[in-house]
């Protein structure tokens, strides 16, 4: 509310019929009209210069903020300008940024093709080794009848796809203990136990006595016997010093005494007596046991050829065949043709036609794995 309205308007002009009549009441109301007039006049100066002062503050005051709002204005704008020119250079550096991120995502994604490539490679070439070398257990457990290279190498492989620790890979090691297990309750012939026992009737086969074969061993003895005795007298002789004629007489006497018994060991072995059951046996000339032993060792290394080839049957019957032999020619009586027939009957006894274990199911995950499913 201005000044100007608080102040009521005094009419100033007054009409001729407003005056009193009377000089005295006129001159009154001209006073009191002055002095309305004059105090209405003042409290307007007044009012005045306090509008006047409160205008003078207001400029200043006015004044003073808008040199504040310039120097703001002026600082506004210098941060403006700066925070512009950081704005530039963050976007340059963002847009460096974006380029470096842009060559490290793709460094990133470069490097982790080339490990999975090289993981895939590893994996590959694991699966690979592993497929070879159980290949070539299963050609030498052929070769050799025995079913300890197969758990060698699938041991083997165990440990190396334990250490690689890929999840594809552990269908392939199951399918390796299926098949461990499955060897192992697998009864297999222990070949190389075979083949020795084998080598050692081949050995035998060159001492074993024959059936027709005469007693050399027992003139022997009796020979040796007979000389024996001989030999402490001409022995003591030197050291009881006798006289030259008894010296001669006891050595004559001991040449009569060796001329008579080998004298008397060819008259008995002009007969001899004896039983043989088979008569090829005692058909068989001297000069042909050279062959016939040669013949029984051809059997034996047939024998042996046929369980390195696993062809069972064929070793059976070339093992009958030569324990016919052994029955037929060779002494049964001795102790040499009894170890050896008891021998060749363990062999044809511990022989079996099992055949080895395969190792398909761990070969079929190899497979797997190598496809990469």
């Known amino acids: 509310m201005s000044d100007n309205e608080s102040v009521p308007a005094i009419p100033l002009s007054t009409s001729a019929s407003d005056v009193p009549a009377t000089p005295r009441a006129g001159g009154a109301t001209l006073r009191a009209v002055l002095m309305v007039t004059a105090v209405v006049a003042l409290a307007g100066v007044l009012l005045s210069a306090m509008l006047w002062q409160k205008l003078g503050n207001m400029q200043e005051e006015l004044a003073r903020r808008s040199t504040d709002a310039t120097a703001q204005s002026i600082e506004a704008r210098t941060l403006a300008r700066q925070a512009q020119d950081g704005t ?46 159980l290949r070539l257990a299963q050609q030498q457990a052929q070769l050799t009848g025995s079913a300890e290279p197969m758990l060698a190498a699938l041991k083997s492989a165990d440990q190396r796809l334990s ?104 008259a008995r072995n002009l007969l001899r007596v004896s039983r043989i059951d088979q008569p090829d046996a005692a058909l068989l000339a001297p000069e042909q046991s050279f062959f016939l032993r040669e013949n029984l060792k051809l059997k034996l290394l047939n024998a042996r050829l046929g369980l390195l080839s696993r062809q069972t049957s064929s070793a059976r019957t070339d093992l009958t065949s030569a324990s ?46 190598a496809a990469g499913r």
């Open 324 to 369: 016919a032999v052994l029955a037929k020619y060779f002494d049964p009586a001795s102790r040499r043709t009894q170890a050896a027939s008891q021998l060749l009957q363990q062999v044809q006894t511990q022989m079996k036609s099992s055949e080895l274990p395969r190792l398909d199911e761990t070969l079929a995950a190899l497979a797997t794995a």
């Open 163 to 266: 250490r690689a620790a890929q999840p594809r890979l552990n269908p392939l090691q199951r399918a390796i203990a299926r098949d461990v297990e499955r060897i192992k309750a697998t009864t297999v012939t222990d070949v190389p136990g075979l083949l020795l026992k084998l080598d050692e009737l081949t050995r035998l086969v060159d001492e074993l006595p024959l059936a027709n074969a005469m007693p050399v061993a027992a003139n022997t003895r009796i020979g040796v016997a007979a000389v024996a005795p001989a030999r402490p007298a001409s022995a003591a002789a030197p050291s009881v010093n006798p006289a030259p004629f008894l010296f001669d007489q006891l050595a004559l006497q001991a040449w009569w005494a060796r001329t008579w018994q080998g004298v008397r060991d060819e």
């Open 88 to 133: 530039r250079e963050l976007t340059a550096r963002l847009a460096l940024l974006e380029t470096r991120l842009s060559e490290v995502s793709l460094q990133r994604t470069q490097l982790e093709e080339l490990m999975q490539s090289l993981s895939r490679s590893r994996d590959e070439n694991l699966v690979v080794d592993v497929e070879s070398a």
